[in-house]
Nanobody
Framework: QVQLVESGGGLVQAGGSLRLSCAASGRTFSTYAMGWFRQAPGKEREFVAA????????YYADSVKGRFTISRDNNKNTVDLQMNSLKPEDTAVYYC?????????????????WGQGTQVTVSS
C-alpha cells in the first residue's frame, strides 16, 4: 500500500515558478514508477511528467517540455515537479501517481495509487 500526499501548490503570476512535492509512504516506493498529472476545470486529466524507479529516466508532455522538471529522492520517498515559466494554461489541480509495474503505464494513466491533488493557479 502506498499513500501519496502532494504539496506546494498555490497562486503565481505568469512567468513565475512553483515546486510541487509528493510525499509517499510505504517501503516499496523506490521500486515504483512515478508521475504527475493535471486536470483543468472542464477538461480531462492529462499526463504531465513521469520518472522511472531505477535509472530516473524522465518523460514529459510536449506542453511542458523544457519548462518542467521531474525528480525523485528514493531516500526521502519524495518526487518533485519543478515548474518554471508558468503560463495561465498551466492552471489545474496537479496529482501525483504511482505504478509498481512500468513507466509506460504511468504515462497512460494506469496507476495503482493517486494523491488528492494540489491546486496550481497561474494569473496572467
Amino acid at each position: 500500500q502506498v499513500q501519496l500526499v502532494e504539496s506546494g501548490g498555490g497562486l503565481v503570476q505568469a512567468g513565475g515558478s512553483l515546486r510541487l512535492s509528493c510525499a509517499a509512504s510505504g517501503r516499496t516506493f523506490s521500486t515504483y514508477a512515478m508521475g504527475w498529472f493535471r486536470q483543468a476545470p472542464g477538461k480531462e486529466r492529462e499526463f504531465v511528467a513521469a520518472i522511472t524507479w531505477n535509472r530516473g529516466i524522465t518523460y514529459y508532455a510536449d506542453s511542458v517540455k523544457g519548462r518542467f522538471t521531474i525528480s525523485r529522492d528514493n531516500n526521502k520517498n519524495t518526487v518533485d515537479l519543478q515548474m518554471n515559466s508558468l503560463k495561465p494554461e498551466d492552471t489545474a489541480v496537479y496529482y501525483c501517481a504511482a505504478n509498481p509495474r512500468t513507466v509506460l503505464e504511468v504515462i497512460r494513466g494506469i496507476n495503482d495509487y493517486w494523491g488528492q491533488g494540489t491546486q496550481v493557479t497561474v494569473s496572467s
